[in-house]
């Protein structure tokens, strides 16, 4: 069984630019969610997407959003990038009882 | 505000030792998750806590709930190399595993 795909796995972009993180979650899962992971702030939640529509989401600004298709596979997207920005932008998948499953996650380098 | 403390962050204890790492967490709720990072990795889902008394035990791996206290522990026995990376518990304020809130992490060293 295939697990969380996420492209790319490394990327690296100037201020200002934009970005766009794909996340293919665990076949038959129809809940993705999102989490930045950097040195200073820890693991933060994002935002979470179920049957294309988002439930829940973060303390982040507007300029980071996302979205689902109906194969279930999400895209987030960060505009005007700032270095802070730079991170681990980790994606999973859930299941049953409730247990997340974890992309191997796209690490953002912005400078 | 919710928030989910781990102690200690940093913990180097020597190969067949015992130690437990401590998740406190400030709002109750009933579901708790324990994952384990190694550098430069994703995490890995280690135990899934869904109620209180909840115990899960793999290999020298044990986890514990107590939603009364608001207290998670993970107890390592007789520790070797191969379960140093770092550690960390989350809590599902929403009871559907949608929003989780990660602890601090704890880096655990194991030396020979």
């Known amino acids: 069984k295939a697990g969380v795909t996420q492209t790319p796995r490394y990327l690296i972009k100037t201020r200002g630019q934009q970005v766009t993180l794909s996340c293919s979650p665990i076949s038959g899962h129809r809940s993705v969610s999102w989490y930045q992971q950097t040195p200073g702030q820890g693991l933060q939640f994002l935002f979470e997407?179920?049957?294309?529509?988002?439930?829940n989401k973060g303390n982040f600004p507007g300029r980071f959003s996302g979205r689902q298709f109906s194969n279930s596979r999400s895209e987030m997207n960060v505009s005007t990038l700032e270095l802070g920005d730079s991170a681990l932008y980790l994606c999973?998948?859930?299941?049953?009882?409730?247990?997340?499953?974890f992309g191997e996650g796209s690490r953002l380098t912005v400078l | 505000e919710l928030k989910v403390e781990q102690n200690p962050l940093f913990l180097s204890m020597q190969e067949g030792k015992n130690y437990t790492i401590y998740c406190n967490y400030s709002t109750t709720s009933d579901r708790l998750y324990w994952y384990r990072q190694d550098p430069g990795k994703s995490l890995e889902s280690l135990f899934v806590l869904l109620s209180n008394g909840a115990v899960k035990q793999e290999g020298r791996l044990m986890a514990s709930l107590d939603t009364k206290a608001r207290l998670s522990t993970l107890h390592i026995t007789a520790a070797v190399h191969d379960l140093s990376a770092t550690y960390f518990c989350a809590v599902d304020w929403a009871g559907t595993a949608s929003k989780l809130t990660f602890g601090t992490g704890t880096r655990l060293q194991v030396t020979l």
């Open positions: 999973a998948s859930r299941g049953v009882p409730g247990e997340l499953f």
């Open positions: 997407y179920f049957s294309e529509t988002q439930r």
